[in-house]
């Protein structure tokens, strides 16, 4: 098919998709059982039940058949709990790790999703209006190169009606969500008063979106690129070296501030807006020569002299759960990492295997009665674990624990390893590292 030539298929290469059973990702089913009648390909489907609605159960059993019926390989989960106020960016969290497990399990070249042309414009259109950075405005990429696969959205050229026009044409199956239809979330809204008024005035107004997404894409890696060169210069370990910061012109300064406070935010981000970057900037500025600035989510900011340092403020935090990504500033000032390789051995770092845990991984506080199995057999208190390594009391509420998603203990950092930690010579692809 003209759709995946640029990937340059050949016989035996896996392709993993994500499907809902909507009609995007059943269009993109179809497409791929066409281009496996050119190629012989291996087609696994990724499905994720959110659990939040009463089809979704009935709509796995299609799924499942359908894939039955066709000689695709099935692969499911269920979210059972969410932690995060944000249902949707968490969902998308849990997703996208669920997807990247399935893709290492078969050992696939590609994972494909069913983004669209309209899908695209909705994102650029909603980041526009709640603010982002100069990469978030961009939307989605076409195709995303990861370490070991890449990431391919066939149809982001195309709009909905088309995907429609082609299910129709092909006899595809598929059920419609009907909470798409509700107005209480932004991106229907969108989708619904928004989107009809562009197409009125440009039946091909996608295309126009795609070129300024590719457009500023291009400017984003470039800007990206050298930023990397500046910031080594002016940031080490939370310190902005301010003389060296303030010889940068306005828009590096701007740059260099979100891409440091991407560490304690990540996909929070949203909570950062202009007013704060120009009052770190006018701190800096300032001839005071100590000042402290406090910003969202008990983050703090203390100008001292010639240096800022960014950190989180321990005394106003009770208790946190942070999704863990490749990078988390913890509140106790410490860092934990995933690291691609680490010779020790010490009680700082630990090796995991994907296929042993529910994906993500996240880092909390303790509660009341967590036990661990510990490496090397038998399970213990968190709580004895602190008073036999001589933890302070002030120091345990903020300590962090580290928990798969279905918040089984699997590494208290600097203390202790539970029974998932690994050998050298055994599987693991995941490797954690506490500074």
Sequence with gaps: MKLYQE?????????????????DSMALFKSLLLLREEIPVKLVCAH?????????????????????????????????HYGDDNF???????RYEFFDKIVKKYQAKYLMLAHHGDDLIETILMRIVRGSNLSGYSGFKKKVEKDDYIIYRPFISYTKEELLDFNQKYHVPYAIDKSNQEMIYTRNRYRKKILPFLKEE???VHEKFLKFSNRLDEVSQYIEKESKKVLTKVYNHDRVYIDKFLEQDDFMQRYLLEEILKEFYQDDLILIGDKHINLLRSIM??????????????????????????????DAIDCYEIELNDYIKLPNNHVLRMVEEESGNSNNMIRLSSKELLLPLRVRTRKYGDIMAIKGGGRKKVKDIFIDKKIPLKDRDLWPVVVDSKDTIVFLPGLKKSKFDKKKDEFYDIILKYE
């Excluded at 009463?54 to 058949?65: T, Y």
């Excluded at 949707?88 to 849990?94: K, V, Y």
């Excluded at 300032?286 to 010639?306: E, R």
Aim: proline content about 3%; hydrophobic content about 30%; glycine content about 4%.
């Design 285 to 314: 500025k300032s001839k005071k020569a100590n000042t402290k600035v406090d910003l969202p989510n008990n983050v703090v900011a203390y100008k001292a002299y010639n240096t800022l340092t960014i950190v989180r403020n321990p």
């Design 202 to 204: 440009d039946k091909k």
């Design 7 to 23: 990937l340059k298929l050949k016989e035996g290469d896996v392709i993993v998709f994500g499907c809902s059973y909507g009609p």
């Design 48 to 80: 994720v039940n959110h659990g939040k609605r009463k089809e979704s159960e009935e709509e796995k059993i299609d799924l499942e058949s359908f894939c039955f019926e066709n000689d695709v390989i099935f692969e499911y989960m269920k979210i059972e």
């Design 88 to 94: 949707h960016n968490e969902a998308r969290n849990i």
